[in-house]
């Protein structure tokens, strides 16, 4: 097997902001789980749409200070298509961001290399949305 065939998991997110820069303390947690290696990043774009409409485009390969993202540590493939950047740009409101990123969910490499060693494969992935699990937390208390 080779090393793309280890890859654990993998994901696109997006993260919105107010304003045209990454929210530090977002930026730092994201960068604490990478360091921990719990995720590795994979790819990354980000877009800012100014309050007329403008949009700007910052590729993982560009310069990523002015953005408050070059702290991340990513190994950049080229992952995130011309039709996931077309929605973002689409949905983003006048005067706000968003970072696209791809990351692998390094945690789970292991066991799902097991898995497809076996024949297997992680077939579906759902996310629960943040307040269903706060509203069932509340509701068993």
């Known amino acids: 097997m080779s090393d793309a065939e280890n890859i654990g998991p993998v994901e696109l997110v997006v993260l919105a902001f107010p304003g045209s820069q990454a929210d530090p303390a977002t930026v730092a947690a994201l960068q604490d789980v990478v360091e921990k290696g ?27 200070d002015e953005v408050g993202l070059a702290v991340l540590s990513i190994e950049a493939k080229a992952l995130i298509s011309d039709e996931d950047l077309d929605v973002v740009r689409d949905s983003l ?40 699990i706060v509203a069932a937390v509340e509701a068993a208390l």
């Open 93 to 132: 409101d006048p005067g706000t961001s968003a970072a696209i990123i791809v990351y692998e969910n390094t945690w789970a490499r292991q066991f799902t290399t097991s898995a497809r060693a076996a024949g297997g494969e992680v077939v579906l992935h759902v996310q629960i949305p943040h307040e269903v």
């Open 38 to 64: 719990y995720v590795t990043l994979l790819d990354l774009v980000y877009i800012a749409k100014d309050e007329d409409g403008n949009i700007r485009q910052v590729d993982v390969d560009e310069e990523l």
